[in-house]
């Protein structure tokens, strides 16, 4: 018997698979989109620049 992805304690209920219940599933939903489930990264990302000489692409140039 395969039980729920989030919980690991109730079985599948088909109506909410891979979960047991909608509290699950919601639960799992939250983790989603608080960034619960981020993989961490080494990357500055685009505002953050390790050479200061880079120019900025999201910064307009100066003229």
């Given at each position: 018997m395969k039980t729920c992805k989030y919980?690991?304690?109730?079985?599948?209920?088909?109506?909410?698979?891979?979960?047991?219940?909608?509290?699950?599933?919601?639960?799992?939903?939250?983790?989603?989109?608080?960034?619960?489930?981020?993989?961490?990264?080494?990357d500055a990302g685009p505002d953050r620049?390790?050479?200061?000489?880079?120019?900025?692409?999201?910064?307009?140039?100066?003229?």
């Open positions: 919980c690991k304690r109730n079985p599948i209920i088909e109506g909410f698979k891979p979960f047991c219940s909608k509290r699950c599933a919601d639960l799992d939903l939250g983790q989603w989109l608080t960034g619960g489930y981020a993989i961490p990264t080494d620049h390790g050479d200061a000489e880079e120019p900025d692409p999201y910064r307009p140039a100066n003229d």
